[in-house]
């Protein structure tokens, strides 16, 4: 009985009655791709070329580069690293999700020393460095407000900053820690202060903390210290919008020294885009100094790859760099880039550069890179523009980021 159950079994998997599903090699659903270049992108760029070349400008000096994910439409110097400028700071994004991740809060820890009676510290209080690089006046007031909502009204002792603590992208620990103490205590606010606490939504309590010491520095916390607070940052996705819709170099160079300064984001850049490392050469996180060169084509592909990171979550790019007619501030506050791209600029003295992708119907998400080089930069941020605007043939399909554009300081909850 067991062989003749067997031999049926066999029998089945050969039976005419139900043969497997056979595809065409060329029917299967990765070769119905669009791989086809749009000529019409050649076209544009060799007016904007020729528009540049009449203008003075050495088109061997310029690099563009256009595709969509099988398709390259165009291509002139596209693979040739170039000064880039703030387009940088798409690496150093890369870098920083690959290190931390999306919802990544960094942590300020706050400790006392000595005995603590009826809201006097018969010590000091401690500031311990948690690699925030976006601790402003409005963080300073939310942290004042939540020492007062433990009790504390009175410091009989020293503020001491433990290590390399910044507030107001004061790269000095000392300065930093006088700026902490003068916020802490409303009564010595200056009028940057008081302007900056005008505009917080459902402002806080002027807080009143009084700290008869003075601010100092070492490099560990005190062996007797107790925690008596974690304040965390905004989430990185919220700092990296930041930076990059205001071009923020020292959030960026913040962010890259704690990942290992400008060769090691290179290196992260160049695998998780997957282009060759010669082709992002970088010496620092911002893009200050001729010195970081990136290829077109390795700026379109960074843009790319953080694409594919953000694929299957509640995020898009436009969540973490400037929409053009969503972002009214900013790099793109006077440009006129077409409504629903996501772009990143780029500026030095001689350079000028604007990456991105834009969201057609026809082609999917095309990803671009145009950097220049030469003087006249408010005439290459205009032609840039206009070649944006030449593309138009596409339906934009504007993106629109999922998450909140505008960022509410102090809403965190303490722990």
């Given at each position: 009985?067991?062989?003749?159950?067997?031999?049926?079994?066999?029998?089945?998997?050969?039976?005419?009655?139900?043969?497997?599903?056979?595809?065409?090699?060329?029917?299967?659903?990765?070769?119905?791709?669009?791989?086809?270049?749009?000529?019409?992108?050649?076209?544009?760029?060799?007016?904007?070329?020729?528009?540049?070349?009449?203008?003075?400008?050495?088109?061997?000096?310029?690099?563009?580069?256009?595709?969509?994910?099988?398709?390259?439409?165009?291509?002139?110097?596209?693979?040739?690293?170039?000064?880039?400028?703030?387009?940088?700071?798409?690496?150093?994004?890369?870098?920083?999700?690959?290190?931390?991740?999306?919802?990544?809060?960094?942590?300020?820890?706050?400790?006392?020393?000595?005995?603590?009676?009826?809201?006097?510290?018969?010590?000091?209080?401690?500031?311990?460095?948690?690699?925030?690089?976006?601790?402003?006046?409005?963080?300073?007031?939310?942290?004042?407000?939540?020492?007062?909502?433990?009790?504390?009204?009175?410091?009989?002792?020293?503020?001491?900053?433990?290590?390399?603590?910044?507030?107001?992208?004061?790269?000095?620990?000392?300065?930093?820690?006088?700026?902490?103490?003068?916020?802490?205590?409303?009564?010595?606010?200056?009028?940057?202060?008081?302007?900056?606490?005008?505009?917080?939504?459902?402002?806080?309590?002027?807080?009143?903390?009084?700290?008869?010491?003075?601010?100092?520095?070492?490099?560990?916390?005190?062996?007797?210290?107790?925690?008596?607070?974690?304040?965390?940052?905004?989430?990185?996705?919220?700092?990296?919008?930041?930076?990059?819709?205001?071009?923020?170099?020292?959030?960026?160079?913040?962010?890259?020294r704690q990942i290992g300064g400008g060769p090691s984001i290179a290196s992260i850049a160049a695998t998780v885009a997957k282009v060759p490392p010669e082709e992002i050469i970088l010496v620092n996180g911002s893009g200050l100094?001729?010195?970081?060169?990136?290829?077109?084509?390795?700026?379109?592909?960074?843009?790319?790859?953080?694409?594919?990171?953000?694929?299957?979550?509640?995020?898009?790019?436009?969540?973490?760099?400037?929409?053009?007619?969503?972002?009214?501030?900013?790099?793109?506050?006077?440009?006129?880039?077409?409504?629903?791209?996501?772009?990143?600029?780029?500026?030095?003295?001689?350079?000028?550069?604007?990456?991105?992708?834009?969201?057609?119907?026809?082609?999917?998400?095309?990803?671009?890179?145009?950097?220049?080089?030469?003087?006249?930069?408010?005439?290459?941020?205009?032609?840039?523009?206009?070649?944006?605007?030449?593309?138009?043939?596409?339906?934009?399909?504007?993106?629109?980021?999922?998450?909140?554009?505008?960022?509410?300081?102090?809403?965190?909850?303490?722990?």
């Amino acid at each position: 009985m067991w062989l003749a159950n067997l031999l049926g079994f066999l029998l089945s998997l050969f039976s005419p009655q139900s043969p497997p599903p056979v595809i065409p090699w060329h029917q299967a659903e990765i070769f119905q791709l669009d791989t086809t270049p749009d000529r019409r992108v050649q076209r544009v760029l060799q007016e904007y070329l020729a528009t540049l070349s009449h203008q003075g400008l050495s088109p061997s000096q310029q690099g563009v580069w256009v595709q969509s994910d099988w398709a390259i439409h165009a291509n002139h110097r596209g693979k040739i690293p170039a000064p880039a400028a703030s387009l940088t700071k798409i690496a150093t994004t890369i870098a920083a999700l690959k290190t931390w991740g999306l919802e990544h809060r960094f942590t300020t820890r706050l400790y006392t020393t000595g005995t603590i009676q009826e809201g006097v510290v018969r010590g000091d209080l401690v500031v311990e460095a948690g690699g925030d690089p976006l601790f402003v006046w409005e963080e300073a007031i939310a942290l004042a407000n939540r020492l007062e909502k433990l009790g504390l009204k009175r410091i009989e002792g020293d503020l001491v900053i433990v290590g390399n603590w910044q507030m107001n992208f004061q790269d000095n620990p000392l300065r930093s820690g006088e700026m902490l103490k003068q916020a802490l205590n409303s009564q010595n606010w200056s009028y940057s202060i008081e302007k900056q606490y005008q505009e917080i939504q459902n402002s806080f309590p002027r807080p009143k903390i009084i700290i008869t010491g003075t601010v100092k520095t070492r490099a560990q916390k005190p062996s007797n210290a107790q925690l008596i607070l974690s304040h965390h940052s905004l989430t990185l996705r919220e700092i990296l919008r930041l930076m990059n819709v205001y071009s923020n170099n020292k959030i960026a160079e913040s962010l890259a020294r704690q990942i290992g300064g400008g060769p090691s984001i290179a290196s992260i850049a160049a695998t998780v885009a997957k282009v060759p490392p010669e082709e992002i050469i970088l010496v620092n996180g911002s893009g200050l100094g001729e010195g970081n060169r990136i290829s077109p084509r390795a700026a379109a592909r960074m843009l790319m790859a953080l694409d594919m990171m953000l694929e299957g979550i509640n995020y898009n790019l436009g969540d973490l760099f400037p929409v053009a007619g969503i972002d009214y501030k900013g790099t793109i506050e006077h440009r006129h880039i077409p409504r629903g791209i996501v772009c990143k600029t780029g500026t030095l003295a001689v350079v000028s550069a604007l990456a991105g992708v834009i969201p057609t119907a026809e082609k999917g998400k095309v990803y671009f890179a145009i950097i220049n080089y030469g003087n006249g930069l408010d005439n290459l941020r205009k032609q840039q523009d206009t070649f944006l605007q030449n593309l138009q043939f596409w339906t934009i399909q504007p993106i629109i980021p999922y998450g909140p554009i505008e960022v509410k300081f102090g809403a965190r909850t303490p722990s």
